[in-house]
């Protein structure tokens, strides 16, 4: 809680700059997972007008973004603290969005239209609105979160499909 998305955007920025780095990874198949508050990170690394210092990074635009190609997003915060949240992407990986029905910081409709301005950049967007609370599939109950087994296999599930997607996608 005391990070907001916009300094997270930077840790995005940070990752994706020290993995690409590593010699047993390929730079130009990277996929970005966060949730909630790391989910509201990845939009905003996304966003960012990196030709000047943002995101608390010195020069934001000397990470790469193009080796991103996808962007998993399980119920990232859009709350109303998320002020930049309708900013348009500037780099748009195919994105899955996992919405939760019953998610106590947003509404399904809010976080439809988060989604669908991210579509709008010309990106494929997959929705799932999972049957479940804000945290569904982390392995603890602290209400009003509550474990759901079944949909934590169904998010790995298609997480994982993600993941095989761009893992043999070829390169444009």
Avoid at 44 to 73: Q, W
Avoid at 93 to 121: F, G, Q, S, W, Y
Wanted: aromatic share 6%; hydrophobic share 45%; glycine share 8%.
């Amino acid at each position: 809680m005391l990070l907001r998305g916009w300094e997270r955007g930077g840790d995005v920025l940070a990752a994706i700059d020290g993995v690409s780095r590593r010699t047993d990874v390929d730079p130009d198949k990277i996929a970005l997972a966060g949730w909630s508050h790391g989910g509201w990170g990845i939009m905003e690394a996304m966003s960012a007008d990196r030709s000047l210092p943002a995101l608390g990074v010195a020069d934001p635009g000397a990470v790469a973004l193009n080796g991103v190609l996808a962007t998993y997003l399980a119920y990232p915060y859009v709350g109303i603290g998320a002020l930049n949240r309708m900013r348009p992407w500037r780099h748009c990986p195919k994105t899955l969005a996992v919405i939760a029905r019953k998610d106590h910081l947003t509404t399904v409709r809010n976080a439809e239209r988060v989604h669908a301005m991210v579509r709008d950049c010309g990106v494929e967007v997959e929705t799932w609105v999972a049957e479940g609370t804000h945290s569904f599939d982390e392995p603890m109950n602290a209400p009003p979160m509550r474990h759901d087994p079944e949909l934590a296999s169904e998010a790995v599930r298609r997480f994982a499909a993600l993941l095989n997607d761009v893992a043999v996608a070829p390169q444009a």
